[in-house]
């Protein structure tokens, strides 16, 4: 997480062949040409696809409208894509600070209008939108921004993360009829008092956040790569007796993806989280610090190419 911080490393890292050629695993390229071949080879195989434009920290108004325009074009290339016969296989993920939130003077109106402009042309190409989740600092003014995106897009999906203490209550504040929750464990280094620290604590916040979801009236989207909570999910779901259609599983780009097509072959609704564009050091920074597994991974082909 220090690493993803740093200017230094980042700069290092974009300077060595090697470094990107593992980044994609992670992240299919910088192109919309890139991430299109990407998610359409991921729709042939029976999954579904929500999108990110990689960018974070916008400090200022051209920057943020820059951002919306990627997504303009992206919603209209898009919608342009022969999908599958799932109901909703097309989707778009943002985040807000990369839509204006953290400028200085009116940050969150910014954020809220060009949200609302993305939500419009997802909307009438038929691709659903999800707000993504930031640090902890953030995520009272994310969910003002949802409760108001929601008034005209009631679909509109939100992430929730089970590692910080009030997710709980968000899941069954959020979750009605209609609602999409992505809920996820949690990617950022978060302090004591507002997040659990342990593995054992998140698993069963995990787990008490999926029931409440499970047993609600909106749409669960389990965005967890861990035996434990996939199985879960599928127990919790029978139980609330919901049908495959009515929830379903995300991955990350590059993660487990045999386990992606063994559940999508079953007859369960896998998403595939797809990253793509120039910024994506931190992003595959925190994929690193998140699960050793994938630092295993990069210093291995480190070793291996050097």
């Not at 003014?141 to 009631?154: C, G, N, Q, S």
Request: negative net charge.
């Amino acid at each position: 997480m220090a690493a993803a911080r740093s200017d230094r490393i980042k700069r290092t890292a974009e300077k060595m062949p090697v470094t990107r050629n593992v980044v994609h695993r992670f992240v299919p390229g910088e192109s919309f040409d890139e991430v299109l071949d990407a998610g359409t080879g991921l729709l042939a195989s029976g999954r579904m696809i929500s999108i990110d434009h990689l960018g974070e920290d916008t400090t200022d108004e051209s920057a943020a409208e820059a951002t919306v325009q990627a997504y303009l074009r992206l919603i209209g290339l898009l919608g342009e894509l022969e999908v599958s016969s799932l109901e909703h296989p097309l989707e778009v993920s943002l985040k807000l600070s990369a839509l204006g939130r953290a400028l200085p003077r009116h940050g969150e109106k910014i954020a809220l209008e060009n949200a609302h402009r993305i939500a419009v042309a997802a909307a009438q190409a038929g691709v659903w939108v999800t707000v993504d989740a930031e640090d902890h600092t953030t995520t009272d003014a994310t969910l003002r921004i949802v409760r108001e995106l929601r008034a005209d897009f009631p679909d509109l999906g939100t992430v929730l993360q089970s590692y910080l203490h009030r997710t709980e209550d968000d899941c069954a504040e959020l979750s009605g009829p209609g609602s999409r929750i992505r809920l996820c464990k949690g990617a950022y280094a978060e302090p004591a008092d507002v997040a659990f620290q342990t593995k054992a604590d998140v698993d069963d916040s995990y787990l008490r956040c999926l029931r409440i979801l499970m047993e609600g009236s909106g749409y669960p989207m389990v965005a967890s790569h861990d035996p434990a909570m996939i199985a879960a999910a599928e127990t919790l779901s029978a139980a609330a007796g919901r049908r495959p259609e009515e929830w379903e599983h995300q991955m990350l780009y590059g993660i487990r993806n045999g386990e992606q097509l063994r559940l999508a072959q079953v007859g369960r609704q896998v998403r595939v989280y797809v990253p793509f564009g120039s910024q994506w050091y931190g992003y595959f920074m925190r994929r690193l610090a998140e699960r050793p597994a994938n630092l295993t991974f990069f210093l291995r082909a480190l070793v291996s190419r050097g």
